[in-house]
């Protein structure tokens, strides 16, 4: 179990004599990082395996929880970028040496903050609405969570750990599809294929989502945008987007920063809809096309 920090790792204490977790943390640092499978473990057992909390002695002065949580409100503040130790340790007061007495380095601090952000999945009460109905209310709360949190959509894909509130969103949408009579692959086919698309899709709203963190307004978002889209029209390296962007039916508006929708302004959610609506329509025919075909009677003989 991890030893918890004292008095002394408050800022201004004494100083840390060097321990293997800052070996670690300069290992880690280094500009080839290769992939240890032992640091990977070492990483997933922190998400996973709760440490004993002692029930004797003076309350420890931090917690891995604490830690957790200012880790994301650092990363909520200036991106994942910002997530550092030094920063971290910034906001509860203590010297970064403390925070290495829970987790081996920053690797493993950010794996712990991005569970913990991603939180647990809605839960859903009451009858089931079908398959298409409840895939939508999935895919509508992951992205209200990526918009939440814009840094969950910066992760690199990199080896990581993956904790129980990830898998608990993967559950959340398999129970989705689970009375649809598919197969187990087809089922995480169809997740990733959901999944897949709600990320790509949520690209321009997470945008603005991180503009009007930093005090822009909707409105200024979209000039911007829509100032960006029209330098393709007339612009003869951009002949099929300049068409479009000009057209009556798809062109820009100055009220809106989409193409419009058959002359019709459109918002990003009804965009975001339209290409959902299309991927379960791909869905349903893939199973309406694999669905075994009803067994003739054979004729009275």
Not at 262 to 287: A, C, H, N
Request: glycine share 8%; hydrophobic share 40%; with cysteine.
């Amino acid at each position: 179990m991890a030893k918890r920090p004292t008095a002394k790792g408050r800022k201004g204490g004494e100083a840390k004599p060097a321990t293997r977790a800052t070996a670690d943390h300069q290992s880690a640092s280094s500009s080839s990082v290769a992939f240890d499978s032992e640091e990977i473990a070492r990483r997933s057992g922190l998400l996973w395996d709760v440490p004993q909390k002692p029930t004797r002695g003076p309350k420890a002065a931090l917690s891995r929880e604490d830690v957790v949580a200012a880790a994301i409100r650092v990363a909520d503040a200036g991106d994942l970028v910002a997530l550092t130790m030094h920063a971290v340790a910034a906001q509860l007061g203590f010297t970064p040496m403390a925070l290495y007495r829970y987790f081996l380095n920053k690797e493993s601090l950010v794996d712990a903050a991005v569970d913990a952000a991603l939180g647990a999945p809605p839960h859903r009460a009451g009858p089931h609405e079908g398959w298409r109905a409840e895939i939508r209310h999935w895919a509508y709360a992951k992205r209200a969570m990526l918009c939440a949190r814009p840094w969950l959509a910066e992760l690199p894909f990199v080896a990581a750990p993956h904790g129980p509130n990830w898998l608990s969103w993967h559950e959340a949408f398999l129970r989705t599809i689970a009375h649809t009579g598919m197969p187990p692959e087809d089922m995480m086919d169809v997740l990733n294929v959901v999944h897949g698309y709600v990320h790509g899709s949520s690209d321009t709203i997470i945008s603005l989502a991180r503009a009007t963190a930093r005090g822009v307004t909707p409105e200024q978002w979209a000039a911007a945008v829509g100032a960006d889209l029209c330098r393709a029209i007339n612009n003869p390296r951009y002949p099929l987007l300049s068409g479009i962007l000009t057209s009556s039916s798809g062109g820009i508006t100055a009220s809106s920063s989409l193409p419009t929708k058959r002359g019709k302004p459109r918002t990003m959610d009804e965009s975001f809809d339209w290409g959902l609506e299309r991927v379960m329509d791909g869905i349903q025919l893939y199973r309406e096309r694999e669905r075994p075909a009803p067994s003739r009677r054979r004729s009275g003989r």
